[in-house]
């Protein structure tokens, strides 16, 4: 696919007489279309909602734009939380995923009404400490273990990685979960770094449906 600027050079020269180096220059205009490209892509799928990683670009400016398509946020600390928060995120709008997390990040989490995503089995019983009971909505993610491969032969090892529920540890605990008055799970996962293949997304999702019809029947 050609990639075209969407500024000329004779523009970013006239730009720099007035606005010192170094600084960064976005496209609102191609941010808005490609976002609402994806939600319509998507728009077959009641109640989808595309989450913007913080982490990626931490500029409320943008935050707000994203807020104005429909998208919501995918928060990983406290800081970004806040942030989500400051520029009119709430509830469901906002996903919350973090390893190694202190407790103030997931009172403030809980606090906003954010889908919590566990990174950990053990995180289940620490978020019942520190918010004094479950949300009624929790996701956790899947870590498959082993290798992942694609027919082009990109590959991860996700069994190399300490984050997510085995197999096993997603049924004991979705189990628990629901008897902790859970309702509504959730499923991530993150099996490769780096792909720009399209062939990642559909296996991804595959993995990520049979195993929800899986915990669905257990």
């Not at 799928?45 to 409320?60: D, I, S």
């Not at 970004?80 to 009119?88: I, K, N, T, Y």
């Not at 991804?204 to 915990?215: D, G, M, P, Q, S």
Request: net charge neutral; hydrophobic share 35%; aromatic share 12%.
């Amino acid at each position: 696919m050609k990639k075209t600027p969407f500024v000329t050079k004779e523009q970013l020269e006239e730009i720099v007489k007035k606005y010192p180096t170094p600084f960064h220059l976005y496209d609102e205009k191609g941010i808005r279309e490609n976002a609402r490209k994806v939600n319509a892509a998507f728009a077959w799928n009641k109640g989808f909602k595309e989450y913007f990683a913080v982490k990626a670009t931490p500029n409320p400016y943008l935050l707000k734009i994203l807020k104005e398509e429909g998208c919501g946020t995918d928060c990983s600390s406290l800081t970004e939380l806040m942030m989500s928060d400051a520029c009119g995120f709430s509830g469901h709008e906002i996903m919350f995923s973090s390893n190694a997390t202190p407790p103030e990040d997931f009172q403030m989490a809980g606090k906003l009404g954010a889908i919590i995503n566990l990174d950990d089995f053990t995180h289940i019983d620490y978020v019942e400490k520190v918010l004094g009971k479950l949300p009624e909505t929790m996701c956790c993610r899947y870590n498959t273990g082993g290798n992942f491969e694609l027919s082009n032969g990109i590959m991860d090892t996700p069994g190399e990685s300490k984050y997510g529920f085995t197999r096993s540890q997603l049924t004991e605990g979705f189990k628990k979960m629901m008897e902790k008055g859970v309702k509504h799970f959730g499923l991530h996962a993150f099996l490769a770094s780096n792909t720009k293949t399209n062939e990642y997304y559909p296996a991804l999702a595959r993995i990520l449906f049979k195993t929800a019809v899986e915990l669905k029947e257990e």
